[in-house]
C-alpha cells in the first residue's frame, strides 16, 4: 500500500506540472486531450440504488471511462444494476459487483471511486480513498458531521489525491459568472446570501422494528453509525429524516443551496466559518418515524457582519410555493435572484465596476472531475474538499443549535432576533405559510427554537453559553470497525 501511494503522489506531480484550466489559462485543446486521454480512467461507483443511478450514466458516458465496480450492500439491487451496466454503459461491460468498497480499495487498478452512500459514509470513503491513493467523487453532503469532515480535509491535503463534491453548481459557468459578479461589488455590499430548499415532501409514516432482509448487509449498510435495530423507513432513501444516518433537508436538498450561499461570501475576509448560528423549526403536519425538521429558518452570522439566511419547507399544501434556489440582499437594498434578475430599491442599480473571473474546470461536473483526475491536480476541482468542509459544516452547525432547541408556542414571538428586521420578515414568511397554508393550529402547535451558538471557528468548536452539550453534536458516536483517526494521524 505504501508503495503505491508513493507512486500514485509521483505520478500527480508529474501530471500537475504546469498544468491550470478554464479561466486559469488552459487551452481548450489542451483540455481535451485531457478529458479523452488514450489511457483508460478506472472507476468504481459505490451506492448505486438513488443517487449512484446518475454517477453511473454521467461517468460511464464519458471518453475512455470505464466503471470496473459497482459496490453496494444491498444484494438484489447491486444484481440489478450490475446487469444495466454491462448491458447498457459502454466500455464497462465487465463490470463487477461487490458489497464492500475496501475489496475496491486494494485493487492497484482502480483510479477513482464516486460515492453516493448514505451520508454517514461519506467523509469515512474519502479517508479511506486518500490513504490507498485514489480520488474520489462524492455527494453532498461531504461530511456526516464537522469532526469528520476535518479529518476527511486533512487525509485530501496529506495524500494529494482530488477530491470534487456533488454540488454541481460549482461546475455551472451562469453560477460561477453571478457569484464572481456579487464577490466584485457589483451590486454593492452583500449583505445576506440566502439559500431555500422548498420542495413537496410527504410524510413516512411508521415502520416497526424487524430483521433486516438477507438481501441487505446490514452491518455495512449501517457502517460508522451505530443505528442498533432495523426497519424498512431507512432503506433506501428515507434515512435522510434520521440524525444518525442524514442530515435532514437542509444538509440533503439544502447543501446544493448552502453551498451557493457560503460561496458568494466576500474571498477576501477569511470567511471560513460563521462566528455564530441559531436555527429554528418543526416536523409539522406529518405525525410520523422521522427526526428531522420539514420546516426550518436559520441564520449565521460571520466576523465581516455577512450573514447566509436558510430556509427549509416541505410540507405540501394547496398554493405551495417550490423553491429551490438563492437570493441576495445588498446594503443599498437591493436584491438578487437566481439567473441573474435584479431588485432595484429606492434606485439602487448594479455598479460598473471590474468583475474578477471565478475559475471552474469544464466539462460539467463528472467531466471536469476525470479532467482534474488525469491530471492529478486536486486544485482543478470544481467544489474541493476544502470548500465541501466549509460549507457543508455551516449546515451541520445550524442543525446543532435545531437540535438543541426547547419548545415554544407557535406564534410569531418565537422567532428572536433582536434588531435584524430582515431575519424577522423571513421568518414571518415562513410563519405565515406554516399558519395559512399547512393549516399548523396557532393554539396548540410548538415551534423548536433553537438557542444562538457562538462557534470558534479556528479551533472548530462552540463557546460560551450551550458550549458543552453543542460540542457533544460536532461528533457522532462511531462503531468500532468503521472508526477514523484523527486530523494529525490520518
Not at 462524492?138 to 469532526?147: M, W
Not at 410569531?412 to 399548523?440: C, N, Q, T
Not at 427554537?449 to 452539550?469: I, T
Amino acid at each position: 500500500m505504501e508503495n503505491s501511494r508513493r507512486s500514485f503522489i509521483k505520478k500527480s506531480a508529474i501530471g500537475a506540472a504546469g498544468i491550470t484550466i478554464g479561466g486559469m489559462g488552459f487551452s481548450a485543446k489542451s483540455y481535451a486531450s485531457i478529458l479523452g486521454a488514450n489511457e483508460r480512467f478506472r472507476i468504481a461507483v459505490c451506492g448505486v440504488n438513488g443517487r449512484g443511478k446518475s454517477h453511473i450514466n454521467g461517468l460511464g458516458n464519458l471518453e475512455n471511462v470505464e466503471i470496473v465496480y459497482l459496490v453496494e450492500p444491498d444484494r438484489l439491487v447491486l444484481e440489478n444494476r450490475v446487469a444495466e451496466v454491462r448491458e447498457n454503459v459502454e466500455n464497462s461491460s465487465r463490470v463487477k459487483g461487490v458489497a464492500d468498497v475496501r475489496h475496491v480499495l486494494d485493487d492497484k487498478n482502480i483510479d477513482a471511486i464516486s460515492v453516493a452512500t448514505p451520508n454517514n459514509w461519506h467523509s469515512l470513503m474519502v479517508i479511506w480513498a486518500a490513504q490507498a491513493g485514489k480520488h474520489i467523487y462524492v455527494e453532498k453532503p461531504a461530511s456526516h458531521d464537522v469532526y469528520e469532515g476535518r479529518v476527511a480535509l486533512a487525509a485530501a491535503e496529506k495524500y494529494g489525491i482530488v477530491v470534487q463534491h456533488g454540488t454541481q453548481r460549482r461546475s455551472s459557468p451562469e453560477w460561477a459568472k453571478l457569484i464572481g459578479e456579487i464577490r466584485s461589488g457589483k451590486y454593492g455590499k452583500m449583505l445576506v446570501s440566502h439559500g431555500f430548499a422548498c420542495k413537496p415532501r410527504a410524510g413516512i409514516g411508521y415502520k416497526p422494528f424487524t430483521n433486516p432482509p438477507e438481501h441487505l448487509d446490514w452491518n455495512l449498510w449501517r457502517g460508522p453509525s451505530v443505528v442498533d435495530r432495523y426497519h424498512e423507513n431507512l432503506v433506501h432513501y428515507n434515512w435522510h429524516w434520521f440524525w444518525q444516518v442524514g442530515n435532514g433537508e437542509l444538509n440533503n436538498q439544502g447543501t446544493h443551496q448552502l453551498d451557493v450561499a457560503y460561496w458568494a461570501l466576500d474571498p477576501e475576509v477569511e470567511n471560513t466559518h460563521p462566528v455564530r448560528v441559531m436555527a429554528m423549526g418543526g416536523r409539522f403536519s406529518w405525525d410520523d418515524q422521522g427526526e428531522t425538521p420539514n420546516t426550518m429558518f436559520a441564520v449565521a452570522e460571520f466576523k465581516n457582519g455577512q450573514r447566509v439566511f436558510f430556509n427549509v419547507r416541505n410540507v405540501n399544501h394547496e398554493g405551495y410555493q417550490r423553491e429551490v434556489t438563492n437570493r441576495f440582499y445588498f446594503e443599498d437594498g437591493g436584491r438578487l435572484h437566481e439567473g441573474g434578475e435584479y431588485f432595484s430599491h429606492n434606485g439602487s442599480q448594479p455598479r460598473d465596476v471590474p468583475v474578477k473571473e471565478v475559475p471552474i474546470t469544464p466539462g460539467g461536473n463528472y467531466g471536469s472531475f476525470v479532467a482534474a483526475c488525469r491530471a492529478g491536480n486536486p486544485s482543478m476541482a470544481n467544489g474541493n474538499m476544502r470548500d465541501a468542509h466549509y460549507s457543508c459544516t455551516l449546515g451541520h452547525l445550524m442543525n446543532i443549535s435545531y437540535r438543541l432547541g426547547k419548545e415554544v408556542p407557535f406564534n410569531a414571538k418565537a422567532g428572536k432576533f433582536g434588531d435584524d428586521a430582515l431575519a424577522f420578515e423571513e421568518f414571518m414568511k415562513i410563519h405565515e405559510i406554516a399558519r395559512d397554508g399547512m393549516g399548523v393550529p396557532v393554539d396548540q402547535a410548538k415551534y423548536v427554537v433553537g438557542p444562538w451558538l457562538e462557534f470558534d471557528g479556528e479551533a472548530e468548536h462552540f463557546v460560551r453559553d450551550h458550549s458543552v452539550e453543542a460540542n457533544r453534536l460536532l461528533f457522532d458516536p462511531r462503531r468500532a470497525e468503521f472508526d477514523i483517526p484523527s486530523p494529525n494521524s490520518v
